[in-house]
């Protein structure tokens, strides 16, 4: 029976859900293999539920350290798996067993973090770039999660599209009993979920609701996010482009989200550059119309199902979203597109086309 070793390091964090519902999947699939997680430690719990039959190895290794490229080696070396599976580019480059490797988007390349130290952030970033590049040439296979990212990682890296696979992943429904946000009950609100990096673009989103004030007194913007620098940054930015009527919710609970998701007017997605999208699919599930920017893979992903706009222009951003709010029967069919869309995306469906790409790894 052949090895597969997966590298679960990434579990719990937000861009390790992938991960977490891919080894949900592929347990529930039951393939012909001996699979072995490698985890931290706090997270071994959590994936003995959810893949009760695998076999978990604590592996503590901080991403792009040097026990990465030592350390973690040497175990993987010692596990002798006929393939190895990371979920990221961050892994032991000089590795030389069979690998494939999910490269989700190419998002750290193209934009900086500015709350970070300009000096450190670029020299990472370089290592970053030339992690990427090796990355993708060393691995047997690849797997993304659009078309978009996969023609973007085969020119970036110089590699064929043939290698990648592109398997797109599904959004889930929240399950934890709905939760009123009080400050915003009765009030009609436009939303946003999720980090405020650079490269998300709220402070266009801040300008366009500046915009859409005029005529909509009442609106409220909900950015729900945990608050870290980046947000504290564009708190301020807020305070003085517009004042009032913008509320940073700061870390809120699974049913305040679902609230939120239920009650909003709009659900507004600015950003610059996505792997997938994820946050306006879950929207659509709630019945939630999304505007959408026109950037990288959201048309791609999300089809009919939202209403588009140049993400470098404000007063595009507010004339599409204030469409929307003009237009009933525009949000009704955006809705409905929106319910139908979720549909079509699979977490199985995902794992199955991963279980391809290892089968189609250990056969070369």
């Keep these: ?51 009760p039959s695998y076999r978990i190895v604590e592996a503590s290794f901080k991403e792009f350290t040097f026990a990465e490229q030592l350390g973690f080696k040497k175990q993987i070396n010692q596990l002798k798996a006929d393939l190895v599976f990371f979920p990221m580019v961050q892994q032991p480059v000089w590795y030389k067993g069979r690998v494939v490797t999910a490269m989700l988007d190419l998002t750290t390349i193209r934009f900086r973090t500015h709350t970070k130290n300009w000096f450190v952030f670029t020299l990472k970033r370089e290592v970053y770039k030339w992690v ?12 993304t999660i659009s078309d978009f990212v996969r023609h973007d990682i085969a020119e970036y890296c110089r590699v064929s599209t043939d290698k990648i696979t592109v398997a ?12 009123p946000v009080t400050a915003l009950q009765k009030k009609p609100f436009l939303l946003y979920v999720g980090r405020p990096g ?16 005029k005529n909509n007194p009442d609106l409220v913007l909900v950015l729900a996010g945990k608050t870290d620098r980046e947000y504290q940054k564009l708190r301020e930015y807020a305070r003085q482009k517009v004042g009032k009527g913008i509320l940073f919710t700061g870390f809120i609970s699974d049913g305040q989200l ?11 997605f600015p950003s610059l ?92």
């Design 273 to 364: 550059s996505e792997g997938f999208g994820l946050p306006g699919l879950e929207a659509m599930q709630y019945g939630l119309p999304v505007a959408s920017s026109n950037a990288t893979c959201l048309p791609e992903v999300y089809k009919d199902a939202a209403i588009y706009f140049n993400p470098f222009s404000s007063q595009h951003i507010a004339a599409k979203v204030q469409q929307v709010l003009d237009d009933p029967k525009l949000a009704n069919k955006l809705r409905a597109n929106g319910r139908k869309l979720v549909g079509t995306y699979s977490w199985q469906r995902m794992a199955k086309q991963t279980l391809a790409v290892f089968k189609k790894a250990l056969d070369q």
């Design 168 to 179: 797109y992943p599904s959004a889930d429904k929240i399950t934890d009993p709905v939760v």
């Design 1 to 51: 029976m052949k090895r597969i070793v997966i590298d679960c390091r990434e579990s719990g964090t937000s861009t390790g859900r992938y991960l977490d519902k891919l080894v949900e999947q592929i347990h529930k699939l039951k393939p012909s293999y001996e699979i072995i997680l490698l985890a931290k430690h706090h997270r071994k719990d959590f994936l003995k539920q959810i893949a």
């Design 258 to 268: 679902r609230w939120l998701y239920e009650n909003a007017a709009v659900y507004v």
């Design 198 to 213: 650079a490269h998300k673009n709220l402070n266009r989103l801040i300008d366009s609701y500046a915009i859409l004030r």
């Design 132 to 143: 990427n590049k090796r990355v993708a040439k060393k691995s047997a296979q690849l797997i």
